[in-house]
């Protein structure tokens, strides 16, 4: 494997036992991980979007 394909399979995995752990936590507090993740995704976007 690469060394780039690698340190993208780490952070996916990372990411993926971040959900993981998520998804053991109350609905309410997994709402609003949901909520902030989004809104942090959103404004990501949005500032993409005005990149020149």
């Known amino acids: 494997m690469q060394q780039g394909k690698a340190k993208a399979a780490l952070k ?4 993926l036992q971040r959900f993981r752990e ?8 997994k709402s609003v991980l949901l909520e902030i993740i989004g809104a942090y995704i959103r404004d990501f976007k949005t500032k993409q979007a005005y990149v020149v």
Not at 22 to 29: A, Q, S
């Open 22 to 29: 998520v998804e053991t936590l109350p609905e309410r507090e």
């Open 12 to 15: 996916n995995s990372e990411l």
